[in-house]
């Protein structure tokens, strides 16, 4: 089955610095790339998705890159401020919301 | 939309007691998936359902735990008896079927937190 890691696990930077995220899957035959922020006592929410057709996403401070062929993808966050501070969580999937195998989480801290 | 809606969002109780996690899907949504999340595991996939019918309940830890979903508006989880360990955050996702041309994601409802003492 697909096994989903991510790197690193907690991460800190100073507001203004950017943000990567890497996560990398092993079933080939996935195809979609979802990208959840949990903010404390909250559900994930969706920041950001990915296709396999399509090589890079951007929206506005937030762009998501994918390596098929490595089978990795990396989030990025430009321009940090401190309410970017939450876990984040990367998944792979064959099929578009169905059956997500999600990362370990990212927990980021964004420093005035 | 209110999305994802759950309830209780704490539920604190004794080892062995029934518990009982409720859950109301965005409308039109015909996809609902059960997660536990622990510090341990991560986020963990328990059950999910397309069209009110079981399609994987292979995280499912063990009998203790059952779900339904007797109609495309409401789930429940449920734990008979529950145990210390299964003290986590609970959530209910939903999302459209694959195959429409619309955003397929999920979206995760607010979570409940049990603890079982």
């Known amino acids: 089955g697909e096994n989903v890691e991510q790197h690193p696990s907690t991460l800190s930077v100073q507001e203004g610095d950017s943000a990567v995220i890497k996560c990398t899957y092993s079933d080939s035959a996935s195809n979609y790339f979802p990208w959840y922020k949990q903010e404390l006592g909250k559900g994930p929410q969706l920041i950001i998705d990915?296709?396999?057709?399509?090589g890079e996403k951007k929206d506005q401070r937030i762009a998501v890159t994918l390596n098929k062929t490595a089978k990795h993808f990396s989030l990025h966050i430009t321009e940090t401020q401190p309410e970017d501070s939450a876990v984040y969580f990367c998944a792979a999937s064959r099929e578009r919301g169905q059956n997500f195998v999600f990362g370990p989480g990212t927990r980021l801290s964004v420093l005035p | 939309d209110a999305g994802v809606i759950q309830s209780p969002r704490h539920e604190v109780t004794e080892m062995g007691q029934e518990v009982t996690l409720r859950c109301k899907p965005i409308s039109g949504h015909n996809s609902l998936f059960w997660y536990r999340q622990t510090m341990m595991r991560g986020l963990e996939l328990l059950i999910y359902f397309n069209n009110n019918v079981p399609i994987d309940d292979s995280g499912m830890p063990e009998d203790r735990f059952s779900a339904k979903m007797p109609n495309a508006s409401f789930s429940t989880l449920k734990i008979q008896p529950s145990e210390p360990r299964d003290s986590a955050v609970y959530f209910c996702?939903?999302?459209?079927?694959?195959?429409?041309?619309?955003?397929?994601?999920?979206?995760f409802g607010p979570g409940t937190r049990l603890l079982v003492l």
């Open positions: 990915i296709r396999s057709n399509v």
């Open positions: 996702a939903s999302s459209f079927p694959p195959g429409r041309r619309i955003e397929e994601t999920q979206y």
